[in-house]
């Protein structure tokens, strides 16, 4: 079945980096996604990779793809309050039946001390 | 920068009523998705629509719930009877042909009591 699983919180020093880490099930899932939510708000896309990648940088962002272990992470470099949100991992499936629907982890809450 | 819209952006109803909410994806794009979030819970997968027709729905999406594309900018769900565990955050999302990011609304908080 899906399943996306992902720790509930992390806890990093402003300038430190932050690793978030997911796991998901399915092997057949095509893209993985990193979305942030701040308080209050909606679900903001960060970056996305494509499952036959295993890594994507995108300024602060580092996704690193373990396929073989279904294993998802982002890295965000020089951590800054602004960054404090909880991060969301999700894949989607697109083939004949799939309409590219996504599978959402719980999220991590990431606080960001000063 | 075009974003996807939600109104209201909080619902109260009672038990029993029928509520609508609504969402303006982004113009051009033609996959539209509803997703909600129990407090505490995961975001998950509702329906997804194009063509002016159903694509892929989940088994929380029964036959309390219907989504229609009423005029060129609108995409509503609609839930004809609520039940106390329908309160949730419910997200509209929206696709570009071709292109595999989803766009989020900010959501409508439904409370029923």
């Known amino acids: 079945g899906e399943d996306v699983e992902q720790s509930l919180f992390l806890s990093v020093r402003e300038g430190d980096s932050s690793v978030i880490n997911c796991t998901y099930t399915?092997?057949?899932?095509?893209?993985l996604y990193w979305y942030k939510q701040e308080p209050g708000a909606g679900l903001q896309l960060l970056t996305y990779?494509?499952?036959?990648?295993d890594m994507k940088q995108d300024q602060r962002l580092t996704v690193l793809l373990n396929k073989k272990d279904k294993h998802l992470s982002l890295r965000i470099a020089d951590t800054q309050t602004g960054d404090s949100a909880i991060y969301f991992c999700?894949?989607?499936?697109?083939?004949?039946?799939?309409?590219?629907?996504?599978?959402f982890g719980q999220g991590t809450t990431l606080q960001v001390k000063p | 920068e075009p974003e996807v819209t939600q109104t209201p952006s909080h619902q109260v109803t009672q038990m029993g009523q029928e509520v609508i909410l609504r969402c303006v994806p982004i113009?051009?794009?033609?996959?539209f998705y509803w997703y909600r979030q129990i407090l505490g819970q995961k975001v998950e997968f509702l329906v997804s629509?194009?063509?002016?027709?159903?694509?892929?729905k989940s088994e929380i999406f029964d036959d309390q719930f219907s989504v229609e594309r009423p005029d060129g900018s609108n995409f509503t769900l609609k839930i004809r009877s609520t039940k106390l565990e329908d309160s949730a955050m419910y997200f509209c999302?929206?696709?570009?042909?071709?292109?595999?990011?989803?766009?989020f609304g900010p959501g409508t908080r439904l409370t029923v009591t």
């Open positions: 990779i494509f499952s036959n990648m």
């Open positions: 113009s051009n794009h033609l996959y």
């Open positions: 999302a929206s696709k570009k042909q071709g292109a595999y990011e989803q766009y």
């Open positions: 999700a894949e989607s499936f697109y083939g004949s039946s799939n309409t590219g629907k996504l599978i």
């Open positions: 629509f194009y063509n002016n027709e159903i694509s892929e």
């Open positions: 399915d092997s057949s899932s095509t893209y």
